[in-house]
T-cell receptor
Framework: QEQLVESGGGLVQPGGSLRLSCATSGFTFLSYAMHWVRQAPGKGLEWVAAISYNGGEKDYADSVKGRFTISRDNSKSTLYLQMDSLRPDDTAVYYCARGGFIYGLYYFDYWGQGTLATVSS | EIVLTQSPGTLSLSPGERATLSCRASQSVASSYLAWYQQKPGQAPRLLIYGASNRATGIPDRFSGSGSGTDFTFTISRLEPEDFAVYYC??????????FGQGTKVEIK
């Protein structure tokens, strides 16, 4: 059974850093692209970053480019998001999601429960 | 960059009624890359429809999707009490980047 469990959220001051982790199990992690998606309080879903199955390709939303770094450790089946130079508008629940696919159809199929990152002084 | 615009922002309906939600893309997109999600308060999004019209595993047949090009539609044929939630469309697949619509809230009238 596919499981994704985020951790690492918390309260941090503006300009600070956080490292989020997403531990996965129940599927062949190294076969899938992985994503981070966030949701600010009372707002909609915002795609944040993605990494290809082997880590060779990465992409970021313009709002986080140059401040956030996505990475993965396929030996540990774990996804990471290093968040630096944090701003109050980065406050959100951060979800990790698997980039699923079948017969040329693509979607985010499995999601974690989310971890809350709060940026405030 | 693709922008997805969902309408209406809020839909007020009664149980048993039909809900029709729209997702319009700023440029033509492949149906293969269009998905729909349901999100309830305090929960992660749940995949309902992928490839514009394919129901995900375990999703009841009252949920359906259609469309092509720039216009996509998500329909709940008869609303059940548990269907009142926020619904999002997602474009993903022609690159690593994902794009969500801003969401449609289906609320009880």
């Amino acid at each position: 059974q596919e499981q994704l469990v985020e951790s690492g959220g918390g309260l941090v001051q503006p300009g600070g850093s956080l490292r989020l982790s997403c531990a996965t199990s129940g599927f062949t992690f190294l076969s899938y692209a992985m994503h981070w998606v966030r949701q600010a309080p009372g707002k909609g879903l915002e795609w944040v970053a993605a990494i290809s199955y082997n880590g060779g390709e990465k992409d970021y939303a313009d709002s986080v480019k140059g401040r956030f770094t996505i990475s993965r450790d396929n030996s540990k089946s774990t996804l990471y998001l290093q968040m630096d130079s944090l701003r109050p508008d980065d406050t959100a629940v951060y979800y990790c999601a698997r980039g699923g696919f079948i017969y040329g159809l693509y979607y985010f199929d499995y999601w974690g429960q989310g971890t809350l990152a709060t940026v405030s002084s | 960059e693709i922008v997805l615009t969902q309408s209406p922002g809020t839909l007020s309906l009664s149980p048993g009624e039909r809900a029709t939600l729209s997702c319009r893309a700023s440029q033509s997109v492949a149906s293969s890359y269009l998905a729909w999600y349901q999100q309830k308060p305090g929960q992660a999004p749940r995949l309902l429809i992928y490839g514009a019209s394919n129901r995900a595993t375990g999703i009841p047949d009252r949920f359906s999707g259609s469309g092509s090009g720039t216009d996509f539609t998500f329909t709940i044929s008869r609303l059940e009490p548990e269907d009142f939630a926020v619904y999002y469309c997602l474009h993903y697949g022609d690159s690593l980047r994902g794009t969500f619509g801003q969401g449609t809230k289906v609320e009880i009238k």
